[in-house]
Every structure is written in C-alpha cells, then in structure tokens.
T-cell receptor, first 111, second 113 residues
C-alpha cells in the first residue's frame, strides 16, 4: 500500500517564526509535491521536486522554500510565517501513471 | 476561464441514489483523468484514474471520459452515507517528468440516511 506521511497533523505558530513541514513517502517515487488548500480556492501548487536536490516553483511559491536531500523526504519551509499562510498543507508523491498520492495534511495556524 | 471547472455543490442525495459528479476542462492536451475523495480534515484519497476516453468501473464507482466534449464524470451507484465527502477531479497531459496535475475545486456530496 502507498504511504505518504506528514510530520504533524496540527501546528500553531506565531508570526515571524520559521516553520518546517516534513513529508516522507515509502514508494521510491521521484516526483513529490507541496500544495496548500483553502476554501473556495482548491488545491494550489507551491513547489514540486522531480529528483533529489531538484525543485521547481509551482503557482504560489512566494514566502516558501523547499528541500529535498533524500528521495523519500520533501520538506516545506516557511521562512517567516505570516497569518495569510494559515492553511491546510498537503504533500503528495507521484506514481507511474501520473496519479498522485497524498498525505493526511497539516493544518497550520499562524497567529 | 479556469482550465478545470467543477460545480462546488453541495449536492444532497438520499441513501441508495445514483450520484453523478462532473468536471469540464478546456485543455485538449489532457490525457490522464483522476477522481479523488476527501473526507473533512483529511488528505485526498485516489479513487480512480483513466487514460484518454472511455469508461472504467470499480465496484460502485464508474469513471467516464468524453474527450470530444471535454467532460468527465464519476458515477456512484447505491450511494451510502459513508460516501459523504468532497470529490475532486484532476487531470494532466501525457509525457514529461515534471508535468503537473490540474485539480478541480471539488464537489461536496452529502448522502442522507
């Protein structure tokens, strides 16, 4: 069975803090993705990675960075958290036929 | 105009009804089509995926793609209260290591017991 795990289900941080969200997949997939999901806006792609140490910006990369040092792990970093980054963050990895498998999500609140 | 359009609902049906969920799209390069189910406060779960046109059936679920009309559907037979969730369509073009999926915004389905 496909397994994508995320480091936290719920997270509360203060404005200006540096935030790390971690994602791990056990399927040896090359492609991994970070999305945020907001009511009425759907899933928006932040960054994706198609190989170790390789990354590409998605549709809304501002205020975020990523790290992929190992194939199974993809981290999302909020350099200086702001209240407009309060959201549900979803990690996914991509299988052979372009299907994506999602983790359980991290609900981040920035106060 | 968005690349993928999906009616947000909510769609409320009685238990046992046949449910039809739909998406339209504008990019004729799309070849892969997927449906995800997302329960409240959980990550999306892949339900079905199809390539190009045609139908695919899996238990109570049938996915249908009509590329000539740029229209995809998910049918749920004998709907159950446990089917209550948000359903997301997703699609993408063929080829390329970095090709991304484009998601619809989701349809909220409520199956009433």
């Amino acid at each position: 069975d496909v397994k994508v795990t995320q480091s936290s289900r719920y997270l509360v941080k203060r404005t200006g803090e540096k935030v790390f969200l971690e994602c791990v997949q056990d399927m040896d997939h090359e492609n991994m993705f970070w999305y945020r999901q907001d009511p009425g806006l759907g899933l928006r792609l932040i960054y994706f990675s198609y190989d170790v140490k390789m990354k590409e910006k998605g549709d809304i990369p501002e205020g975020y960075s990523v790290s992929r040092e190992k194939k199974e792990r993809f981290s999302l970093i909020l350099e200086s958290a702001s209240t407009n980054q309060t959201s549900m963050y979803l990690c996914a990895s991509r299988g052979q036929i372009y299907e994506q498998y999602f983790g359980p999500g991290t609900r981040l609140t920035v106060t | 105009q968005k690349e993928v359009e999906q009616d947000p609902g909510p769609l409320s049906v009685p238990e046992g009804a046949i449910v039809s969920l739909n998406c339209t799209y504008s990019n004729s390069a799309f070849q892969y089509f997927m449906w995800y189910r997302q329960y409240s406060r959980k990550g999306p779960e892949l339900l079905m995926y199809t390539y190009s046109s045609g139908n695919k059936e899996d238990g109570r679920f049938t996915a249908q793609v009509d590329k000539s009309s740029k229209y995809i559907s998910l049918f749920i037979r004998d709907s159950q209260p446990s089917d209550s969730a948000t359903y997301l369509c997703a699609m993408g073009p063929y080829g390329g290591a970095t090709n991304k999926l484009i998601f619809g915004t989701g349809t909220l389905l409520a199956v009433q017991p």
